[in-house]
T-cell receptor, first 114, second 114 residues
Framework: KAGVTQTPRYLIKTRGQQVTLSCSPI?????VSWYQQTPGQGLQFLFE???????NKGNFPGRFSGRQFSNSRSEMNVSTLELGDSALYLC?????????????FGPGTRLTVT | AQSVTQLGSHVSVSEGALVLLRCNYS??????LFWYVQYPNQGLQLLLK??????LVKGINGFEAEFKKSETSFHLTKPSAHMSDAAEYFC????????????FGGGTRVLVKP
């Protein structure tokens, strides 16, 4: 079975621009979560989508948003990019809500904001 | 609110020696606990998880962890380190409510000396 895929793997954007990252979960997985990883703040939860609905949300500003499509693929969007948004963005998928935490992570998208 | 503390951001061990990575958690409800490993330029891989069954949990690659409620700890061990164990290790907690929100510790980077 193919793992979680994230595109693009690397991205360079300019401050003030917006960006969209994509995540394709493992086939059959309905939950997709997003995390931000930075050297200073570590791994932080952004949000989780399950069956096209946002089920959990972390403490990030409204510039960070996401959505999930009917095929469980998910996108996250960051508007008005700031230098501090430079990070590795990780997507994780889970089979269903009952299997708490058994999440499978993708390789991440490394975003650099200049 | 839940939190995770990993003692020691860097650990250096000799090949063949015991690996011990410390994790303490704070949770208002019985937690689900996890250890993940991250190799350079990769996503996170689940090593093992505790979900209120046996307190000693065995994972992949020879790792195991013991849940101690009285000490609110979930330390990770491996009897004999291998060069391939060099990576960053993250302890994480989920309170098990609906959803897959993980709170991560700061991570411990393991260096294995020949």
């Amino acid at each position: 079975k193919a793992g979680v895929t994230q595109t693009p793997r690397y991205l360079i954007k300019t401050r003030g621009q917006q960006v969209t990252l994509s995540c394709s979960p493992i086939s059959g997985h309905r939950s997709v979560s997003w995390y931000q990883q930075t050297p200073g703040q570590g791994l932080q939860f952004l949000f989780e989508y399950f069956s096209e609905t946002q089920r959990n949300k972390g403490n990030f500003p409204g510039r960070f948003s996401g959505r999930q499509f009917s095929n469980s693929r998910s996108e996250m969007n960051v508007s008005t990019l700031e230098l501090g948004d430079s990070a590795l963005y990780l997507c994780a998928s889970s089979l269903e809500s009952s299997r708490v935490g058994e999440q499978y992570f993708g390789p991440g998208t490394r975003l650099t904001v200049t | 609110a839940q939190s995770v503390t990993q003692l020691g951001s860097h650990v250096s061990v000799s090949e063949g020696a015991l690996v011990l990575l410390r994790c303490n958690y704070s949770s208002s409800v019985p937690p689900y606990l996890f250890w993940y490993v991250q190799y350079p330029n990769q996503g996170l891989q689940l090593l093992l998880k505790y979900t209120s069954a046996a307190t000693l949990v065995k994972g992949i690659n020879g790792f195991e962890a013991e849940f101690k409620k009285s000490e609110t700890s979930f330390h990770l061990t491996k009897p004999s380190a291998h060069m391939s164990d060099a990576a960053e290790y993250f302890c994480a907690v989920s309170e098990g409510a609906a959803g897959n929100k993980l709170t991560f510790g700061g991570g411990t980077r393991v260096l294995v000396k020949p």
